[in-house]
């Protein structure tokens, strides 16, 4: 067994409190957080936010990614990605994504591209990487930017590299269901200082004095009544002290962290060996999967009464009941009613747009890894077996 929030976190915490808020103290651990972060992905920035969504629209507007500008997406993931965009008055266009993996996939994206792309988003679906060398190569052949969406994924690898080394900026979240908590946070990573000091502006009301490494404006600067501050529109998307303080506690225990979960899915494979109900999400070998969750697709022509059954007589059995997918961006009333008729939205957003992922959808079950305690993941892996053997 181990602990979600350890005697670490706690201890980091206080010590934020106990500072009081100073001035002179307050960006200590956030400061010691974008550093350490920095480290473990192997980039020299990284750059605390408020949550993994503000993230994406700090990226966004630092690669100059503007109003009408259209930037790639996948519609099988939670809509943050999408709404990132509309949040920087850009235009979201859907890609379909692959059957195997779910993640987004390379020809559609390039099937989807126009003289209007500016940048793609891809997400590391349920903890597992995209596949980075044709995505890359495809936005080196177009000139646009890569940001990864890596809300699910922490510790996960592709071709040996951790997925977050890859794109021009990748987004972490420390919402609570994430592999790092601290409730809510973010984190931005990039290579480039020209792109991290866009970034660091952004996400702190434009102000003059902060940089790709300085996250604070000094005291010298705001005791002269001279000192011009804002020198861009920005948001005040910034970490909190407390958070960064969690959040580094967290960082300290990652692979504890991830590995629990790992262990959980390893014990639910074994439940559904030999089974024809189900289907695995594929991870290729050149891949490890971080495991956010344990995701199958129900094999069944009747996924709007089957799935249904299944998780009534998995709950039945004494399990914890399972998630759905989201349902597909493009399907939310937000985007039916409202973003089809903003102007500069081309694709029609109805059956048929993604078919991969308008299949998988409906018939996707994702069981929880986070059991802090592993005797609690082999009951639940009992269960999926019984479970199976049932239905």
């Not at 692959?98 to 020809?107: E, V």
């Not at 914890?320 to 939205?345: C, T």
Request: proline share 3%; glycine share 6%; hydrophobic share 40%.
């Amino acid at each position: 067994m181990i602990e979600r929030i350890s005697t670490v976190e706690k201890a980091y915490c206080m010590q934020a409190l106990d500072n009081a808020f100073q001035t002179s103290k307050n960006s200590i651990f956030n400061n010691k957080l974008e550093a350490a972060f920095a480290k473990v992905f192997n980039v020299p920035y990284a750059i605390g936010h408020i949550n993994g969504t503000a993230t994406l629209h700090t990226a966004l507007a630092a690669l100059n990614v503007k109003l009408g500008d259209e930037v790639i997406v996948p519609p099988l993931t939670m809509s943050s990605t999408a709404l990132a965009v509309l949040q920087n008055n850009s235009i979201p266009v859907f890609a379909d994504v692959d059957r195997a993996t779910f993640n987004i996939s390379p020809a559609s994206i390039r099937e989807k591209i126009t003289n209007k792309t500016k940048a793609i988003i891809t997400v590391a679906l349920y903890g597992l990487s995209p596949e980075y060398d044709e995505i890359k190569a495809i936005c080196k052949e177009y000139n646009i930017g890569l940001i990864e969406d890596n809300a699910e994924c922490f510790l996960g690898t592709y071709k040996g590299k951790y997925v977050g080394e890859f794109g021009d900026f990748a987004s972490f979240s420390f919402q609570a269901s994430k592999h790092l908590t601290a409730g809510e946070g973010g984190m931005l990573t990039c290579y480039s200082e020209e792109l991290a000091n866009n970034a660091r502006r952004f996400s702190s009301l434009g102000y003059a004095g902060v940089s790709a490494k300085q996250g604070k404006i000094t005291r010298d600067d705001i005791q002269d009544p001279n000192y011009s501050r804002h020198v861009a529109l920005g948001f005040n998307y910034r970490m909190s002290e407390v958070c960064a303080a969690v959040v580094l506690g967290q960082l300290e225990r990652a692979q504890e962290l991830v590995n629990i979960r790992i262990k959980t899915a390893e014990l639910y494979h074994e439940a559904i060996k030999g089974s024809s109900l189900v289907t695995l999400q594929y991870t290729p070998d050149h891949c490890t999967n971080s495991y956010w969750s344990y995701s199958l697709i129900l094999n069944t022509d009747n996924p709007e009464t089957e799935w249904y059954r299944f998780r009534k007589l998995f709950k039945e059995n004494g399990g914890d009941g399972f998630y759905a997918a989201w349902k597909l961006s493009y399907f939310e009333p937000l985007f039916m009613n409202e973003v089809q008729n903003i102007p500069g939205i081309w694709q029609q957003y109805k059956k048929g747009l993604c078919p991969n992922a308008e299949y998988l959808q409906p018939r996707m079950l994702q069981l929880k890894t986070n059991y802090w305690n592993i005797e609690e993941a082999k009951q639940q892996a009992e269960i999926l077996y019984k479970t199976l053997k049932e239905f």
